[in-house]
């Protein structure tokens, strides 16, 4: 990152932090995946039509099944 | 380009509040998930206050009790009390143009809906899964913030604060009345975090 934009960031990284995001962290983290463990998946190489599909795609879809 | 280990920690916990909200909103809550809630802090500032209420009532509440309650606010008979999806609370109709915009640009970040849902994909629990996996780089690299940034403007912000509202004054809403605080403050914080951010 340079140092310009993390000059402009600060401010942000601030707000966010007394935002208190973070109360989340000690709780229900570990029902959505605690930072810091999450899991990327790999993206498979683009199929013939331009179409990506991770397994977290399924995953995105799964759960807004009801 | 952002590599996903220079992820910020605040920018972790956002897309961790994004999959949480896109949790609950997908399905009622499970034993576990109600246990975990039931710890959450309270606090002094609009989040941590609405997480104090949302642990409140994650104590008051059971899984059967929950269940029932989703099903009254988001299935019902024939329809629930809210309908959750952009394009209805942007055009009064499901399938109108906000999701043809939003599945034009999942397609451009190669998103697509698994096989087997057959819900719109401009659900308020898939937009929120789409953002925590925007800032994540679960779709390719993380994407830039300006990027996350216009998304959020396009497809979430101009209508998932009435939705929150409207689901924290449903008149099924118990457990999720305190969601919709939570949505709502969230919401507010991602605006003024991301002009901060222009």
């Keep these: ?66 | 380009m952002v590599r996903r280990e220079e992820i910020l920690e605040e920018d972790r916990y956002r897309a961790q509040f994004y999959r949480l909200l896109g949790r609950l909103l997908a399905r009622a809550p499970d034993e576990d998930l109600l246990k975990q809630l039931r710890d959450l802090k309270d606090g002094k500032n609009a989040i941590e206050a609405a997480f104090g209420a949302l642990a409140a009532a994650a104590r008051a509440t059971t899984p059967a009790a929950a269940a029932e309650e989703f099903q009254d606010l988001f299935i019902g008979v024939g329809r629930g009390e809210l309908v959750p999806f952009a394009s209805f609370y942007l055009t009064g109709f499901l399938h109108e143009k906000p999701l043809a915009r939003l599945r034009q640009e999942m397609a451009q970040h190669g998103i697509e809906r698994a096989a087997g849902v057959s819900e719109p994909e401009d659900h308020i629990a898939s937009l929120c899964d789409m953002m925590a996996g925007f800032i994540l780089g679960e779709f390719g690299a993380p994407l830039p913030l300006a990027q996350q940034s216009d998304f959020f403007d396009r497809h979430i912000r101009t209508w998932a604060g009435q939705f929150f509202d409207d689901l924290a004054a449903a008149p099924s809403a118990r457990f999720y009345m305190p969601v919709g605080a939570l949505g709502r403050a969230f919401l507010e914080i991602e605006t003024v975090a991301f002009q901060m951010a222009a």
Excluded at chain 1, 4 to 26: H, V
Excluded at chain 1, 57 to 64: C, D, I, T
């Design chain 1, 1 to 66: 990152m340079t140092k310009d934009k993390q000059a402009k960031s600060a401010p942000r990284r601030e707000f966010l932090k007394l935002a208190g995001l973070g109360t989340l962290a000690g709780a229900a983290a570990a029902a959505v995946g605690a930072p810091g463990k999450a899991q990327a998946a790999t993206a498979e190489a683009p199929s013939a039509s331009g179409y990506r599909e991770t397994e977290h795609v399924k995953k995105a879809y799964e759960l807004s099944r009801f």
